[in-house]
T-cell receptor, first 112, second 110 residues
Framework: LAKTTQPISMDSYEGQEVNITCSHNNIATNDYITWYQQFPSQGPRFIIQ???TKVTNEVASLFIPADRKSSTLSLPRVSLSDTAVYYCLVGYLKAAGNKLTFGGGTRVLVKP | NAGVTQTPKFQVLKTGQSMTLQCAQD?????MSWYRQDPGMGLRLIHYSVGAGITDQGEVPNGYNVSRSTTEDFPLRLLSAAPSQTSVYFCASSTEETQYFGPGTRLLVL
């Protein structure tokens, strides 16, 4: 199992960029890195997924160094509505569903 | 396209009662999973399925049963509810790489 380590919490202000780093030292060759966002009383929502280098979509960027032992989720110009818990997951579902482990996540608080 | 739906949204049970949490998806995904989330905690995998007729245990399977007779449905059964099963339950439907979660069922066992 690829265990992940994330900061417990982060504070930011509206309009700033938020970067959350996840460590996953024992990532396997086939594993993907996936980030989810969760608001209170809701299910996790897929944000972005990558395997190596950099991935960008309309809401975030994901930076993965060559050794893949860590990854950084970047949220540009956050707003109050980005206050949520962010989870980093490492694994590959097709291999075995129980290889996906949710850690404690990072609580991001965006202040006005 | 409703995605992943779960019923009921909220349920109160007495210790020893049984119930089934329903989960359905309309994305024709082969993979489906059940998680529980306790207050202030991350999600823990209960059971998962890689296709109709195929299920397996996750991290915390005790006290729960599942079956997968169709691609669309993946019900979770509590045979004899215990207070320790008070939690929020999320069902997920997946491609080979990405999971999509339902809105959750909040369960209180007294």
């Amino acid at each position: 199992l690829a265990k992940t380590t994330q900061p417990i919490s982060m504070d930011s202000y509206e309009g700033q960029e938020v970067n959350i780093t996840c460590s996953h030292n024992n990532i396997a060759t086939n594993d993907y890195i996936t980030w989810y966002q969760q608001f209170p009383s809701q299910g996790p929502r897929f944000i972005i997924q990558g395997y190596k280098t950099k991935v960008t979509n309309e809401v975030a960027s994901l930076f993965i160094p060559a050794d893949r032992k860590s990854s950084t989720l970047s949220l540009p110009r956050v707003s109050l509505s980005d206050t949520a818990v962010y989870y980093c997951l490492v694994g590959y579902l097709k291999a075995a569903g129980n290889k996906l482990t949710f850690g404690g996540g990072t609580r991001v608080l965006v202040k006005p | 396209n409703a995605g992943v739906t779960q019923t009921p949204k909220f349920q109160v049970l007495k210790t020893g009662q049984s119930m089934t949490l329903q989960c359905a998806q309309d994305m024709n995904h082969e993979y489906m999973s059940w998680y529980r989330q306790d207050p202030g905690m991350g999600l823990r995998l209960i059971h998962y399925s890689v296709g109709a007729g195929i299920t397996d245990q996750g991290e915390v399977p005790n006290g729960y049963n599942v079956s997968r007779s169709t691609t669309e449905d993946f019900p979770l059964r509590l045979l004899s509810a215990a207070p320790s099963q008070t939690s929020v339950y999320f069902c997920a439907s997946s491609t080979e790489e990405t999971q999509y979660f339902g809105p959750g069922t909040r369960l209180l066992v007294l």
